[in-house]
């Protein structure tokens, strides 16, 4: 499998690297403007297709080689979810097929700026042919508020179900702030996955390798020249998936549905923190401004650096709290109320908190390290 992978990171890398050209040569691009895109310089929002052409093209291999008996030879497994393993993949399958959709649409949106509600309208009509083409939804929540499991009606589940993918979808697009922040938080879900299913099947090799070129462009590892922004249409296509799997993960026998909330801790605390304040103003939950984690923390003073590293070591904690809770099985409603603890704590304390000289030591100690 370690071959095959490296064989696909080289095309990934290849991919990312033609359509930036492609988007760079047509000034399909993001330019500053001062306020809430600080960066230099335009640069190319081509990563979230790039990532989509990636992982596609993988998986569309894998599913080849699965069909004509090749995989034992490249020491592939293709899990079939309730079927015998813990992650449902022909499920997954149909969702990337459906979040491709949903890419396309937002890609448009990035080029030319579409109305609030097609988006949204994209978006529900995503969830609703995943649920069906899936055959899955939320009806069993787990035992949140006690011994009992709470088990919802069909139709309430179908509702609500449709309500977490879309609001996922958006949680995972409001994260991406600052470089480096949208890749930990998707680097974090993958590892919660991972420890939720108990092993590495061939999703997740294939997923890192159509990412992890993008996350060495973004940061800059090869130089200002080769810079991409995965684009609202990348980050929602990647908030679909993560979305439609944690879905699929937490109706399978063995995952605690709470558990999977914890995967993405961070960017559930930052969607609700976002809605809260959006609220309170009297403003659409979709409107742009300055209430997301990252820019409350460059408003304080911090460096963009610092303030990846303070988002970045906060959602650690948040995300290893979730993971003892899971495997030391402590009970789903500890863990759910510790969650909704966490939430009234950020909102009600977070100004007094993170103004304190403390944090600014920590982020010096990492700068001083990262040298």
């Known amino acids: 499998m370690f071959s095959l992978f490296l064989l696909f990171l080289l095309v990934g890398f290849i991919i990312h690297l033609l359509v930036r050209h492609f988007f760079k040569n047509r000034d399909f691009v993001d330019s500053p403007d001062g306020v809430k895109k600080?960066?230099?310089?335009?640069?190319?929002?081509?990563?979230?297709?790039?990532?989509?052409?990636?992982?596609?093209?993988?998986i569309f291999i894998c599913l080849l080689l699965f069909y004509f008996n090749l995989d034992s030879f490249f020491n592939i497994q293709i899990p079939n979810g309730r079927y015998g393993s813990d992650f449902p993949f022909f499920s997954f399958v149909i969702l990337l097929l459906i979040s491709l959709v949903l890419l396309s649409i937002c890609l448009i949106d990035d080029l030319v700026s579409l109305p609030v509600w097609i988006r949204l309208f994209t978006q529900i009509s995503c969830s609703i042919l995943f649920i069906q083409l899936g055959d899955v939804s939320l009806i069993n929540l787990g035992a949140l508020l006690g011994e009992s499991e709470i088990i919802l009606h069909e139709y309430i589940a179908f509702i609500f179900t449709i309500f977490c993918i879309v609001g996922v979808t958006n949680a995972f697009n409001w994260i991406d702030g600052i470089d480096g922040f949208f890749s930990s938080q998707v680097l974090l879900a993958l590892i919660g996955m991972i420890v939720l299913i108990g092993e590495i099947t061939i999703i997740f090799p294939l997923f890192l390798s159509a990412m992890l070129p993008y996350i060495l462009m973004n940061l800059g590892l090869f130089g200002k020249k080769f810079k991409v922004f995965i684009g609202d249409?990348?980050?929602?296509?990647?908030?679909?998936?993560?979305?439609?799997s944690f879905v699929l993960l937490s109706q399978e026998p063995e995952i605690r549905p709470v558990d999977t909330l914890w995967c993405i801790g961070l960017v559930l605390l930052n969607a609700f923190t976002v809605i809260w304040k959006r609220l309170i103003k009297g403003i659409s939950i979709f409107s742009s401004d300055r209430e997301h984690i990252h820019h409350y923390f460059l408003d304080l003073g911090y460096?963009?650096?610092e303030t990846l590293f303070i988002v970045s070591f906060f959602s650690l904690i948040i995300f290893s709290i979730g993971i003892t809770f899971s495997i030391l099985e402590i009970s789903e409603s500890i863990s759910f109320f510790t969650a909704i603890g966490i939430i009234l704590t950020w909102n009600l304390f977070s100004k007094s908190i993170f103004r304190m000289n403390t944090w600014s030591f920590f982020s010096n100690f990492f700068i001083i390290c990262t040298y």
Do not use: K
Request: aromatic share 14%; glycine share 16%; net charge neutral.
């Open 303 to 305: 460096s963009t650096r």
């Open 233 to 244: 249409h990348g980050a929602m296509m990647i908030g679909f998936l993560f979305s439609g």
């Open 38 to 58: 600080q960066h230099e310089v335009a640069v190319p929002i081509s990563g979230g297709l790039s990532f989509g052409l990636s992982y596609s093209l993988f």
